[in-house]
C-alpha cells in the first residue's frame, strides 16, 4: 500500500488545480490496492523566511511537510501564471527543498500536472514545475502529459472533475505513479 502526497499550486476556493488534485485523491482511496492520498495544504507554507527556519518550523507548516516526507510519492498540479507556476507554489517547494541535500524532495518520485482555463491547460508551465523539483533532488516519474484545458467549467459544484476523458487521463497518470512507487 503506497501514499501519494498531493500538492495544489492554488490558493483559490474554487480552484481547477485543486479539482484536480480532489479528483486525483478519490481515484488514488477509491481505486484497488488500498493506497491513500494527502493532500498537502498550500495554505501552511508562509512566505520562506531563512529566519522562521532557524526559529523552528510553525506547526502547520511542520504537519505540511511531514505529509511530504511520509509520502511514497508527490503529485504536483500547476496553474500557469504568466508562463510559470505560482508564487505561492515556488515557495511551497522552497520549503520542501529544506534542508538542502535531505529534505523531503530528496529522491522521491513526482509527477507534474496542469490545469488552467485555457485550451492548452498550462502545458508550457510543466517543464518549470519539473525543473524546480529536480533542483530539489526530487526523482521524476516519466508519465504521458496531463494538462487540464477549460479546467474551470470542468470543475463540478462538488469541486472534482468528472469529464470522462480527464478522469481517463488521470486514472492512467495515477497508475503510472503507483507502478513506479511498486518499482522501487
Ligand atoms: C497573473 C495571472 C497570469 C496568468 N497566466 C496564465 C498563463 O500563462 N497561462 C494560462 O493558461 N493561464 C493563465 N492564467 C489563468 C489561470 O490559469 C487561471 O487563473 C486559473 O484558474 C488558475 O488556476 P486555479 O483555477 O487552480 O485557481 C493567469 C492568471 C493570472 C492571475
Given at each position: 500500500m503506497a501514499t501519494i502526497a498531493l500538492l495544489s499550486g492554488s490558493l483559490r476556493a474554487e480552484s481547477s488545480n485543486s479539482a484536480v488534485v480532489a479528483t486525483l485523491r478519490k481515484l488514488i482511496e477509491e481505486g484497488a490496492g488500498g493506497h491513500e492520498a494527502t493532500v498537502v495544504p498550500l495554505?501552511?507554507?508562509?512566505?520562506?523566511?531563512e529566519d522562521v527556519e532557524h526559529a523552528g518550523l510553525p506547526a502547520a507548516l511542520e504537519a505540511a511537510r511531514a505529509r511530504v516526507s511520509g509520502a511514497d510519492a508527490l503529485i504536483v498540479c500547476s496553474p500557469a501564471y504568466n508562463g510559470y507556476p505560482s508564487g505561492v507554489l515556488k515557495n511551497a517547494l522552497d520549503w520542501l527543498s529544506r534542508?538542502?541535500?535531505?529534505?523531503?524532495?530528496?529522491?522521491l518520485p513526482t509527477a507534474v500536472l496542469s490545469a488552467s482555463?485555457?485550451?492548452?491547460?498550462?502545458?508550457?508551465v510543466q517543464p518549470h514545475v519539473r525543473q524546480i523539483l529536480a533542483n530539489s533532488g526530487a526523482a521524476a516519474v516519466e508519465c504521458d502529459e496531463v494538462a487540464v484545458g477549460n479546467a474551470i467549467s470542468l470543475?463540478?459544484?462538488?469541486?472534482?472533475?468528472?469529464?470522462p476523458a480527464v478522469l481517463s487521463r488521470l486514472a492512467k497518470l495515477v497508475d503510472t505513479v503507483l507502478a513506479a512507487v511498486a518499482a522501487r
Open positions: 495554505r501552511d507554507f508562509p512566505p520562506f523566511d534542508p538542502g541535500g535531505d529534505s523531503p524532495l530528496t529522491g482555463p485555457g485550451q492548452a491547460g498550462g502545458a508550457n470543475r463540478t459544484p462538488d469541486g472534482l472533475i468528472e469529464d
